[in-house]
């Protein structure tokens, strides 16, 4: 019987010891510190969960990439192409590549090709893949500045992905 008794006292300590350390280690780890950041070179300011630097594009210095791992192994990337462009041309070229679904190595999901806008700038968004890996390819056009936003996932689209593109904002005037 103190042997029993001895066993059960055991076994509630090393559970109350084991549930002490699962909780501080799921605590322990880093959490995503969103914050805003300011990018006015590229004349937007975006919220991310983590800091980002920009490069060259394959080293064309008219192209800055913004590339962030999100949860689930996502991975989100926004261009900001410094070219001169006849937005509505290039929009209605995006659309009719994507309308046409010739692309058997990124075939577009049904339904998905649509019209949006993102502060005040028209664009396009669409995505492509299987049902298992798909990526969104969202297009918006300014004066001065294009910007492609593109993020593939798994399964889910991230609910990450939304509250990033939602965050984007024009911040210089200039390139208005």
Not at 21 to 41: C, E, G, K, M, N
Not at 109 to 128: F, H, I, N, P, R
Request: positive net charge; aromatic residues 10%; contains cysteine.
């Amino acid at each position: 019987m103190r042997l029993l008794r001895y066993f059960w006292m055991m076994t509630r300590l090393f559970s109350a010891i084991l549930i002490v350390i699962l909780t501080t280690s799921t605590l322990a780890q880093p959490r995503p510190q969103w914050r805003t950041y300011i990018f006015p070179d590229d004349g937007f300011s975006i919220t991310l969960p983590a800091p980002v630097t920009p490069y060259n594009d394959g080293g064309d210095r008219h192209i800055h990439m913004y590339q962030i791992r999100l949860a689930g192994g996502a991975v989100f990337s926004l261009r900001a192409v410094h070219r001169l462009t006849d937005c509505e041309t290039t929009l209605a070229d995006l659309w009719d590549k994507a309308d046409s679904n010739k692309d058997p190595n990124e075939p577009v999901v049904k339904g998905s090709l649509k019209q949006v806008t993102l502060d005040g700038l028209a664009g396009l968004e669409y995505e492509t893949g299987t049902a298992g890996e798909r990526t969104v390819h969202r297009f918006h056009c300014g004066n001065k500045i294009f910007y492609i936003f593109n993020a593939g996932y798994k399964d889910k689209r991230p609910a990450d992905l939304d509250r990033i593109i939602h965050s984007f904002h024009q911040v210089n005037p200039a390139h208005k």
